[in-house]
């Protein structure tokens, strides 16, 4: 495949991302959603680098997932001025910091000759917030100034948020031209010698050059003629508003350097978060790649923040914290990283609503939705800056508190998190005490905000069998389910911390909602519950992948969980690759569509717990299957955020969804999720001994992987290693490796 038509490559660290296309460039032409881009704006929109005046050929190009690292090969193209196709040979190789992107150039002549080679390299800083790139307008924008000294460009953005935000390019060497868009130079190659630049792009607040600004520029791209070095005749004649500059200097350390140091950070952090994890490995390599690719995919989105890793939701849209993702991205992650949901568990409570603010529909106890850091978001022209719009979040924030507690015992962590709990439990509570019904319920507040605040809140996401949307109030299936699973994870924490006397009245409250749900959602007409219940208690007659979540917490009944599982395996909703978010059948189908007939990883990882839970271990393995599949048909085997829903076919692979993010979080994550389900493995400790027990309930394997082994899982101050391998009859568990404190249950 041309490069140019294959998906953007994504490196990320910190709140720095950038996608970059196979020459490792930036070329709005081919990618106008590309670029690089620190703390919600587009710090880069353009980043190209010519030889002889043409872009370089793409031999090969490879993402680095396991070490954050993009690697380009590339050539000189056919060039009149130049040497023959294939006489150089460059190697580029990207690496990103918290602040920066830099590039080693490393080049090596094949001539037989001196070789001149004429090179430039061009960029733009259009300082773009991630919404503008997205596709929403504004009226007004900030003010762009440049500035260039005799090796590098500044371009300084003042927003109308009254924060400053710049871009400074830097070679590391005496430059012979510096333009408004470019910084040109001429590299003398000698026969198999190999010469070394670093090109650095910097977008850390400080002073980068030292000289005042030679042009103030509009927000528009650069297409006039700027300044060159005072040290070098200007090829153009410089604009009527700019001034001479004179030598300036950068005020960080010299590219070489902070490229060796960012690669040997990068480097290290992957390594890290390999080795304080378990590693799960099979007899089939394919599906170990994916597995590699998918943890890796979920460490490139996680950034430190003050209370550990938070997984980012995606790239490019959502590079931000978003309480729905991260909780369960960190929920599937749980067996083999628990360090995730620790991290994810303190920051949602540190940022929990205390007060009731309508502009960004928070309510006291809410788990917060998202959180962004743009221009945009700053000036209120989007309600997301520190944005509540969501249903969901609060009662799994308590889901993943209480799995948290069982997976690792740390019970001084969550006695810290208590009050948190507590207060997300009173704001449930309180939200169903409201509601005409008693069920949990959503009702926009915010101008701008989100019309539907499940997982599925795209404007046409809920609606009735004859396609007419749900107008009111919305009780969403599956968040009922949550508030089910919720009680009971808060009557199993107090029993933990010593509070066994706030549990039973949980265990009570959970056991009558389960009652009142049935009797409210389940619809015998379709075979499964509600989509949801619209705001005058109408059911939305809509066979969804939503109550395939209500398996998950075990709010269905054991006749509801059967049927649920027949429609969701049966062809009209499951379509050869996954489960799709609509049934064919439905009046809103389409494959094509965000949430009305597309497939989306992390539901199907979902869908396959609640599977396992009831028994259903197979149909979880179809999912399993399906999703491995997909995965072996998509580029570096990385499973998108959604992909559409057409029917597979033998000749086919999966058909793309446009601008899904890639990689998302959940959608990196959902294989350990699937793993979960068909191995049956659940941590968790024995109340009275306090041994750490690991169960393994009915395990089975794909019919492509005989043995599956899970090394080093750490359980606290205990470890074990298993390996599950295939019988005759049966998947057979061998305890290669444990520690005194732990038991093994096995349940065939």
């Known amino acids: 495949m041309p490069h140019d038509q294959l998906p953007p490559f994504v490196l990320k660290d910190g709140e720095t991302f950038a996608m970059l296309d196979g020459r490792g460039e930036i070329c709005p032409e081919t990618h106008p959603d590309s670029g690089i881009f620190h703390r919600g704006t587009r ?9 002889w005046g043409q872009a370089a050929a793409v031999l090969s190009s490879t993402e680095r997932g396991e070490m954050g690292v993009h690697v380009s090969h590339l050539t000189n193209d056919t060039s009149l001025a130049g040497p023959p196709q294939g006489v150089v040979h460059l190697e580029r190789t990207s690496v990103l910091t918290p602040n920066a992107c830099l590039q080693e150039l490393s080049f090596t002549s094949y001539a037989e000759t001196t070789l001149e080679v004429p090179l430039c390299v061009r960029c733009d800083a259009d300082f773009r917030d991630i919404f503008e790139v997205r596709g929403h307008g504004r009226d007004h924008r900030g003010h762009t100034v440049l500035s260039c000294g005799n090796d590098a460009l500044e371009w300084r953005y003042l927003g109308l948020d009254g924060e400053e935000r710049s871009t400074a390019v830097r070679l590391g060497v005496t430059v012979h031209e510096v333009g408004d868009d470019r910084l040109s130079f001429t590299l003398v190659l000698q026969p198999r010698q190999v010469q070394k630049l670093v090109l650095a792009l910097d977008f850390s607040r400080r002073d980068v050059l030292t000289v005042a600004p030679s042009s103030e520029l509009s927000s528009q791209p650069f297409s006039q003629p700027f300044s060159q070095s005072s040290s070098q005749p200007s090829t153009h004649s410089p604009s009527p508003t700019t001034s001479p500059t004179t030598s300036q200097t ?12 960012a690669m040997g950070g990068t480097i290290g952090r992957f390594r890290e978060a390999r080795r304080r994890s378990a590693l799960i490995s099979s007899d089939n390599p394919a599906f170990n790649s994916w597995l590699a690719r998918s943890y890796s995919d979920v460490h490139l989105l996680s950034t430190e923040l003050e209370h550990g890793l938070f997984p980012y939701a995606g790239v490019p849209w959502f590079s931000c914290p978003f309480g729905r993702d991260g909780l369960i991205t960190a929920r599937q992650l749980l067996m083999v990283e628990p360090r995730l949901a620790r991290g994810v568990l303190g920051f949602l409570a540190e940022h929990q609503a205390t007060v009731r603010d309508p502009s960004s529909d928070a309510e006291p106890g809410k788990i917060l939705h998202e959180a962004r850091f743009g221009e945009m978001a700053a000036l209120g022209e989007v309600p997301f800056r520190r944005y509540y719009g969501t249903v969901d979040a609060t009662p799994l924030f308590v889901i993943l508190a209480a799995d948290y507690l069982a997976r690792t015992g740390e019970l001084a962590f969550i006695e810290a998190l208590l009050p948190a709990l507590q207060e997300a439990m009173a704001w449930i509570q309180a939200a169903e005490a409201d509601s005409f019904d008693g069920f949990l319920r959503y009702r926009r507040a915010a101008h701008g905000g989100l019309r539907n605040q499940g997982w599925k809140d795209s404007d046409d996401a809920v609606h009735h069998a004859d396609g007419r949307l749900a107008e009111g109030s919305i009780a969403l299936c599956e968040v009922q389910a949550y508030s089910y699973g919720a009680h009971r994870a808060m009557a199993a924490i107090l029993r933990r911390l010593g509070h066994g006397s706030g549990a039973e009245p949980l265990l009570q409250q959970a056991e009558r909602l389960r009652e009142r749900f049935h009797a409210a959602f389940w619809c015998e007409s379709i075979g499964t519950y509600a989509l949801a219940l619209d705001g005058t208690g109408l059911p939305c007659v809509v066979r969804s992948s939503n109550a395939g979540h209500c398996l998950w917490t075990g709010i269905a009944t054991p006749e509801a969980a059967a049927s649920i599982a027949r429609e969701l395996l049966a062809p009209s909703s499951f379509n050869g690759w996954g489960i799709r978010t609509l049934d064919e059948r439905e009046a809103r189908y389409n494959p094509m569509s965000y949430h009305n007939g597309s497939v989306w990883p992390h539901d199907n990882g979902l869908i396959a717990l609640g599977l396992a839970r009831y028994g259903f271990r ?24 959604l992909f559409c829903g057409f029917s597979r076919r033998d000749d086919e692979g999966p058909t793309h969804y446009p601008v899904a993010c890639s990689p998302q979080a959940w959608a990196s994550g959902s294989v350990f999720a699937l793993l979960e ?7 968790g400790r024995d109340d009275i001994t306090g041994r750490v027990q690991v169960h393994l309930r009915h395990p089975v394997l794909p019919q492509r992987i005989n043995v599956l082994e899970i090394s ?3 359980l606290g101050d205990e470890e074990i290693d298993l390996q599950l391998h295939r019988g005759e009859h049966d998947v057979g568990v061998l305890v290669r490796r444990r520690t005194a404190g732990v038991d093994v249950l096995i349940s065939k």
């Open 618 to 641: 197979q149909e979880a393995m179809q999912v399993l299957t399906g999703l491995f599949d997909t995965a072996r048909a998509m580029a570096m085997l990385r499973l998108p955020e």
């Open 677 to 683: 389900a068909v191995t049956g493995m659940a941590i």
């Open 250 to 261: 950068f005020a960080c350390p010299m590219p070489a350097e902070a490229f060796e140091q």
């Open 712 to 714: 080093g899982l750490r």
């Open 43 to 51: 710090h880069v929109s353009r980043l190209e680098l010519l030889l």
